[in-house]
């Protein structure tokens, strides 16, 4: 039998989409991630099959201060990271379930006495003061939170009281005690906040995405593999921040592993995730008006066979520009703790203080500016339809389409309270008198108190058109009617009783000598 003929395999056509720093940060996902070197330029490209993306900086103008990778399949050049290096620009690289898997910045000169006062500070008191103001810290963001945002008035009292009693800690452990209790009232007055999704995508989202639940993932018995958008999108957040704070810490010469809250280990920098604390509640606060003002999109999470809630690429981008303002939170933070470290050196060298690389806060001072730095806003959530899930404007709440369907629907639902209202006893009971009353006045109203001119003929030909100058007030004023019921007279959709036509007519200034 002879062989068959091998399908041809076509080249696949790639439609190329430009990549652009937003707030100086370039975010590559997907596969075959490329990272290279040529002819002096950088070049990046990503994508996921024939949508893909590249970009070409030059070494002049391209803005760029944060290369994040998200993804493990592509290649990194030597060259690429020397070019990163050269232009004061970090290379970091995450997993989307809030891991940070490397981070590297440009190279500062570091000193070794700085270090060595670093390393000798958790067994003495300057360990326990700077443990004591970071949680500190922390504790009052989470405070402000709970009380302000949520209105959880009894959590925000639990970590008042719990602040208050750092004053007393006289270890490092009462001191994470006493964070532990604040953090365990402050997540509890998060567990039933409720998050919402399109209408379109209502019957795709699982019942335990809806509420923020617990901050303990039921897959780990703890934070990591969040199982519900939520927790996933802060994981992401938090990983941002630690890399973050990993690139402020190597900037000043610190060692990221030695901290003071954080215990020693291998697998994280303790130093790092020390100066998170006191941001956290930033991003706490950035995450919770986002989702009590927009909806979240099913598109943007996938949920793996274990439960696990994943951010797709996509959406992992738009969390990844925040870190400039992470960065910007953790700057003087990291700057406090190198002085407090530096100050421990005897006098001759304490007086010379070490450099302020993030913030620049010596040489604003030396100019007669102000040390601090104006507070960086981070990038808006993107807004979407609260119907159909459409990318609109901000401000906004349906896209054009659905505006319409909102409308009607509201309309109709507005007309059945109407009716009910209509109906009520009350509403019947005045209906009722009103006819009464309308009975009444025509049985003693007698037909030869109206003029003979005063026809049907002349209302509909002299008085109706004149009524069009009259406000409906005036005419209901003048009737005692119902300034609806003034319309319709106005308009000549009703003709008013025969007694009404000389009040009428007397509003309009008629007569027939006019």
């Given at each position: 039998m002879a062989a068959t003929q091998t399908v041809p395999q076509h080249p696949q056509h790639c439609n190329f989409i430009l990549i652009t720093p937003q707030r100086g940060v370039i975010t590559l996902f997907g596969y075959g991630i490329h990272v290279q070197v040529e002819r002096g330029h950088l070049m990046l490209e990503d994508g996921i099959g024939g949508d893909r993306r590249k970009t070409r900086l030059a070494r002049v103008g391209h803005n760029l201060k944060r290369l994040v990778?998200?993804?493990?399949?592509?290649?990194?050049?030597?060259?690429?990271?020397?070019?990163?290096a050269d232009q004061d620009a970090s290379f970091i690289m995450l997993e989307r379930d809030g891991y940070v898997l490397a981070v590297t910045g440009p190279v500062r000169p570091s000193d070794a006495r700085l270090r060595r006062a670093q390393a000798l500070?958790?067994?003495?008191?300057?360990?326990?003061?700077i443990a004591r103001e970071l949680i500190d810290r922390k504790l009052v963001g989470?405070?402000?939170?709970?009380?302000?945002?949520?209105?959880?008035?009894?959590?925000?009292?639990t970590i008042a009281s719990n602040r208050a009693a750092l004053t007393s800690a006289t270890t490092i452990d009462g001191t994470r005690y006493l964070e532990a209790q604040a953090g365990h009232a402050y997540w509890a007055a998060w567990r039933k906040l409720p998050v919402t999704f399109p209408r379109a995508d209502l019957n795709r989202v699982p019942d335990h995405w809806r509420e923020f639940g617990t901050r303990i993932s039921p897959l780990t018995g703890s934070p990591?593999?969040?199982?519900?958008?939520?927790?996933?999108?802060?994981?992401?957040?938090?990983?941002?921040?630690?890399?973050?704070?990993?690139?402020?810490?190597?900037?000043?010469?610190?060692?990221?592993?030695?901290?003071?809250?954080?215990?020693?280990?291998?697998?994280?920098?303790?130093?790092?995730?020390?100066?998170?604390?006191?941001?956290?509640?930033?991003v706490d606060a950035y995450?919770?008006?986002?989702?009590?003002?927009?909806?979240?999109?099913?598109?943007?999470?996938?949920?793996?066979?274990?439960?696990?809630?994943?951010?797709?690429?996509?959406?992992?981008?738009r969390l990844s520009e925040t870190g400039p303002t992470w960065a910007h939170a953790v700057a003087p933070l990291a700057e406090w703790v190198a002085r407090t470290l530096?100050?421990?050196?005897?006098?001759?060298?304490?007086?010379?203080?070490?450099?302020?690389?993030?913030?620049?806060?010596?040489?604003?001072?030396?100019?007669?500016?102000?040390?601090?730095?104006?507070?960086?806003?981070?990038?808006?959530?993107?807004?979407?339809?609260?119907?159909?899930?459409?990318?609109?404007?901000f401000g906004q709440r349906y896209c054009a389409s659905c505006r319409t369907t909102v409308s009607r629907e509201s309309l109709i639902a507005a007309a059945k309270l109407g009716r009910v209202a209509a109906h009520s006893p009350e509403v019947r009971a005045r209906?009722?008198?009103?006819?009464?009353?309308h009975a009444a006045a025509v049985k003693a109203w007698n037909q030869s108190d109206k003029p003979d001119w005063?026809?049907?003929?002349?209302?509909?030909?002299?008085?109706?058109?004149?009524?069009?100058?009259?406000?409906?007030?005036a005419i209901s004023s003048a009737l005692g009617v119902s300034e609806p019921y003034a319309t319709h007279i106005r308009n000549g959709k009703h003709i008013p009783h025969a007694r009404r036509w000389l009040r009428l007519a007397r509003l309009v200034d008629w007569s027939p000598n006019t």
């Open positions: 990778v998200i993804g493990s399949d592509g290649l990194v050049s030597l060259g690429a990271l020397r070019w990163l500070a958790y067994e003495s008191d300057v360990g326990l003061r989470q405070e402000t939170l709970v009380r302000d945002v949520l209105s959880d008035v009894k959590a925000a009292q990591r593999l969040a199982a519900n958008p939520p927790n996933a999108i802060l994981n992401y957040l938090y990983a941002v921040l630690e890399s973050e704070a990993r690139l402020a810490v190597a900037a000043l010469g610190l060692d990221p592993g030695l901290g003071f809250l954080h215990m020693d280990s291998r697998t994280r920098d303790s130093l790092a995730c020390d100066l998170m604390e006191p941001v956290r509640p930033q995450v919770l008006d986002w989702i009590t003002r927009e909806p979240l999109r099913r598109e943007w999470f996938f949920e793996q066979r274990d439960g696990n809630c994943r951010l797709m690429g996509s959406f992992a981008v530096w100050q421990t050196k005897p006098k001759p060298v304490c007086r010379l203080l070490p450099a302020t690389r993030l913030t620049g806060s010596h040489k604003r001072e030396a100019k007669g500016s102000p040390s601090s730095l104006p507070g960086i806003t981070p990038p808006r959530p993107p807004t979407v339809c609260r119907i159909c899930g459409t990318s609109i404007g209906q009722a008198e009103k006819q009464r009353q005063l026809t049907e003929e002349v209302y509909r030909e002299k008085i109706l058109p004149l009524l069009a100058g009259i406000t409906v007030p």
